[in-house]
């Protein structure tokens, strides 16, 4: 059925609904800010022409939503949000062929406002029109307890004691797998001194967790990870010497919650290549063309995330295309950039239909990569999709051995998830583990543009493998510690200089953060609070391990929370957004409003993502309140 409709849409597309709709219609982009001019993420956008229906849109992360194919004439738009005034833009006008910029300030309190506004320039039209209604529903049943769960008490509540702190509103999460991989508890250092954890670089956690709130929903708590909230935001930690792959960045203090623990950041900086030192790259697009990716926010999404990372590419590098459903297909040989019409047309023609040979279409990817192999350049697999596999090998352990023998050959794998109702997280993040590469959540375009055109370098080439983070800490000054966050990429001791283990990996410019919290004996008679070693290899096959070694020293603790740097605080805000979130016991009385009046008080004006956070906090905190 699926075969049908795919060629009764394509042959429709392409005689007569493409030409149609570029000359007979136009656009609205809507922009809608608070009253300090700050993007609103999540604003129900409701868009009427005449005395017709209605289409109805989400910002995104930016404050901004773009209504596609609208016939000529005068629109009305109404804005929608909890905690504001509903505010209704009257007369929008839309032209053919050019699109209508309208900005709408949303105030905390007043009345509705009318504005009229006028076209300004002209776009390239898609047919896209998205709907997702939240309905305001509770569904807290739809995260339930797991037996071995090391929560401790219901994971639909986050500890405290505040009324605020008692109830996680959830959505439907549909087929949607994620895993509940705990939560680190106090250690003894007495009993173990040495915390050793692979380092991650993935932000595909925080993705989610955004795209879930902007549709007005909680996340379920398996799907928050701490690392991922903290490693989306960006750091300025000193740079590495040019021998160096990284260097390390620590800032502490006493927590502004309890008085008794003290929070350490240890802050990896990765050496950063200059573009016009990046080696050639080697890619091999796998695209998922099942049934299943039949949306805006899937298959359309991933040619518009692949068409700007084409776009990115430079002399000598190559791309390859390949398609998986009931069957993979073979779409576009290694083909030079030189070339780039060809592979944007290519991409273009994607369709969806069939069910998901997902562990096939890994194999036809890695021949193809295999047969473009060039030992000195990157060779990477970027594999989109929703992570349902219904036909083959349905579980990443029945594909891991493919994966990391190709690896350990030097073709590693990227993966960019899409879409939500039936998205595998688990499948995503395993399959990149495997892979020695990254894995990323595409929520929208802005997005797409941030990982593959923004940080091409990062995501793409690797200046360090195998990255692993022993914290040796002084038990004569530090009585207890705990890692927040980083529960699956836990390492064991003794596996530290096993060069065999596999761990993570650094990309160029990439950056690593982690948080502790730690309680001091009362009399401090020592100078050094911990050694930290970080272990790795170079890039490359047999490359030997190398092991260099940074002191944390007393002197560089602060009293006072507030003497820190703007960015300590928001990457501590971010992890006590994420430990909130997922129902941790060790926020216990500590609320959301807490927390954004933190993460608005560090705010950089430099960096959007801190104006996104702050306010993704208070929308969750709106969200847990309606809960109720």
């Keep these: 059925m699926c075969g049908v409709v795919r060629l009764v849409v394509a042959l429709i597309a392409l005689l007569v609904a493409i030409p149609a709709l570029a000359q007979t219609t136009g656009a609205i982009r809507v922009t809608v800010t608070d009253e300090e001019a700050l993007p609103i993420p999540g604003v129900l956008l409701s868009i009427q022409y005449g005395g017709g229906g209605t289409e109805d849109k989400h910002s995104d992360a930016g404050g901004e939503a773009v209504f596609r194919e609208l016939l000529p004439g005068m629109y009305e738009l109404t804005a929608t949000k909890a905690g504001f005034t509903q505010t209704r833009l009257a007369n ?30 002209s776009v390239v039209l898609h047919k896209d029109f998205l709907k997702r209604i939240p309905t305001g529903r509770s569904y807290q049943s739809a995260v339930p307890s797991k037996p071995g769960s090391r929560r401790g008490g219901n994971p639909n509540m986050a500890g405290g004691s505040t009324n605020e702190n008692r109830t996680l509103l959830a959505d439907p999460v549909g087929t949607e797998h994620y895993t509940d991989y705990g939560i680190n508890g106090v250690v003894w250092t007495a009993e173990d001194a040495l ?19 902007l549709e007005g929903y909680l996340p379920p708590t398996d799907a928050v990870r701490v690392e991922e909230f903290v490693n989306y935001f960006p750091y300025e930690y000193a740079r590495p010497d040019a021998a160096d792959p990284f260097t390390v960045d620590f800032e502490a203090a006493v927590s502004p919650w309890d008085a008794d623990k003290t929070l350490i950041r240890v802050g990896v900086q990765g050496r950063k290549i200059p573009a016009h030192d990046r080696k050639p790259v080697h890619l091999t697009f796998l695209v998922d063309t ?9 298959l359309d999404l991933v040619k518009r995330s692949l068409e700007m990372l084409t776009e990115e590419l430079d002399d000598g590098d190559t791309v390859a295309i390949a398609t998986y459903a009931g069957s993979t297909s073979v779409v576009l040989q290694p083909t030079p950039i030189s070339d780039r019409h060809t592979i944007l047309r290519s991409l273009s023609g994607l369709y969806a239909g069939g069910s998901t040979a997902m562990a096939s279409g890994i194999d036809l990817a890695y021949e193809m990569a295999d047969a473009a192999f060039a030992p000195a350049d990157v060779n990477r697999v970027i594999v989109c999709s929703d992570g349902d596999a219904n036909v083959g090998p349905k579980r990443h352990a029945q594909i891991t051995p493919l994966i990391k023998r190709y690896a350990r050959r030097g073709i590693t794998l990227t993966t960019l998830g899409y879409g939500s109702g039936n998205y595998k997280d688990t499948m995503m993040e395993r399959l990149a583990n495997d892979g020695d590469g990254n894995y990323f959540y595409i929520d929208g375009e802005r997005e797409a543009r941030r990982v593959l055109v923004d940080k091409l370098g990062s995501t793409m080439e690797v200046i360090a493998k195998d990255v692993k983070i022993q914290v040796d800490w002084n038990p004569d000054l530090v009585e207890t510690y705990r890692l927040v966050g980083y529960e699956n990429r836990d390492i064991a001791d003794e596996d530290f200089r096993r060069d065999e283990v596999d761990a993570g990996e650094i990309g160029s410019g990439h950056q690593v953060t982690a948080l502790y919290e730690v309680t001091l004996h009362d009399r401090v008679r020592e100078h050094e609070v911990a050694t930290v070693r970080v272990r790795n290899k170079a890039p490359g096959r047999d490359a030997p391990a190398v092991e260099r070694q940074f002191t944390l020293d007393v002197d560089m603790l602060r009293q006072h929370f507030d003497d820190t740097s703007a960015q300590f605080r928001i990457a501590t805000s971010a992890a006590w957004f994420a430990e909130i979130l997922r129902g941790s016991p060790h926020m216990e009385g500590v609320g959301l409003a807490d927390i954004a009046g933190v993460a608005q008080e560090a705010r950089r004006v430099e960096y959007a993502e ?3 956070l702050v306010q993704l906090i208070r929308d969750a905190s709106r969200l847990r309140t309606g809960a109720q």
């Design 92 to 121: 929008i006008a839309v032209h053919i062929n050019r699109t209508t910029d309208a900005r709408v300030a949303l105030p905390f309190e007043g009345s509705a406002e009318e504005i009229t506004v006028s076209a300004q320039r």
């Design 195 to 213: 915390s050793t954890f692979a380092v991650d670089v993935d932000t595909a956690s925080y993705t989610i967790t955004r795209r879930r709130i």
């Design 290 to 298: 099942s049934c299943s990716m039949k949306s805006a926010d899937k």
């Design 610 to 612: 801190d104006a996104e």
